[in-house]
C-alpha cells in the first residue's frame, strides 16, 4: 500500500483518471471507486448499479454514486460484460466510505478487450504520480 497525503493507493490495481480501479482475477476484473473518490465524496448515501449480464465500455457511464455533497457518474475503467454486482454496497453505500478497495467494489466483469485497455490505465506508480498532482492542484 502506497500513501499519498493521506489517500491509499494499493499495488498490483489499475486505475482510471475517472477515479476508478481494476483489479485482473484470472479471466475477471474486479471494480470500484479509489480511496481519493470517497474521500471527496464524503458521506456516500445512494448507489446504483446496473444489473448482472449488462455491458459496460471503457470510459462510459455505468451507474452513479450519491453523497451529500453531489452526485456523480460511475465511469468504466474497462470493458465487458458485467457477472456480479455487489448489492451490499446499494444497501449499505457507506461501505464505499469504509473500505473503497476491499468490501466496497462495485461490479465484477468478465473483459472483451483486456489487453489493449489495460494500456489506457495507470499502474500503481503512474496513480502515484497522478494523485500528487491531484493534491498540488487541490
Known amino acids: ?3 499519498v497525503d493521506g489517500y491509499d493507493v494499493p499495488e498490483g490495481l489499475y486505475y482510471s483518471k475517472d477515479y476508478e480501479w481494476a483489479k485482473v482475477e484470472g479471466d475477471k476484473v474486479r471494480v470500484g471507486i479509489t480511496d481519493y473518490a470517497q474521500k471527496q465524496l464524503r458521506e456516500i448515501v445512494y448507489v446504483e448499479l446496473p444489473e448482472a449480464g449488462s455491458t459496460v465500455t471503457q470510459n462510459e457511464p455505468y451507474g452513479t454514486v450519491e453523497s451529500v455533497k453531489a452526485v456523480s457518474d460511475l465511469v ?3 470493458s465487458g460484460t458485467i457477472v456480479e454486482i455487489n448489492e451490499e ?3 449499505k453505500p457507506e461501505i464505499l466510505n469504509e473500505d473503497p478497495y476491499g468490501k466496497g467494489w462495485l461490479l465484477v466483469i468478465t473483459p472483451s478487450n483486456l489487453d489493449e485497455e489495460l ?3 495507470m499502474n500503481t506508480e503512474q496513480s ?3 494523485h500528487k498532482s491531484l493534491i498540488k492542484e487541490g
Do not use: R
Open 119 to 121: 494500456k489506457n490505465l
Open 76 to 78: 468504466a475503467p474497462l
Open 128 to 130: 502515484v504520480e497522478w
Open 89 to 91: 454496497v446499494q444497501s
Open 1 to 3: 500500500m502506497v500513501k
